[in-house]
């Protein structure tokens, strides 16, 4: 238990050493307009993601769902179908 201490403390004496020594204050602003566009932008990334996500996951249950009497798959699966038929 002690050697542990003794890193945890080592560890978070370099990491405070090294921030004091090596970071610089930039000393800039950020735009409430650049961080709304960027709020924007990782929600239309996670609401691609989550559509395609349900849309895999449908899939892959329509896959392996047990067939009805009539043989065809419970739910709405999409088929393809030939244009030369």
Known sequence: ???LLMQV??????AG????LFTIPARAYIDPSAVTYIIQAV???LIALGA???IFRHK???FFKKNKKNGEAEGA????KD???
């Open 83 to 85: 244009v030369d038929d």
């Open 43 to 45: 929600a239309g990334v």
């Open 9 to 14: 403390f080592k560890f978070t004496y370099f």
């Open 52 to 54: 395609a996500f349900t």
């Open 60 to 62: 892959i249950f329509a």
């Open 17 to 20: 050493c090294f921030w004091f």
């Open 1 to 3: 238990m002690k050697k």
């Open 77 to 80: 699966a999409i088929e393809f």
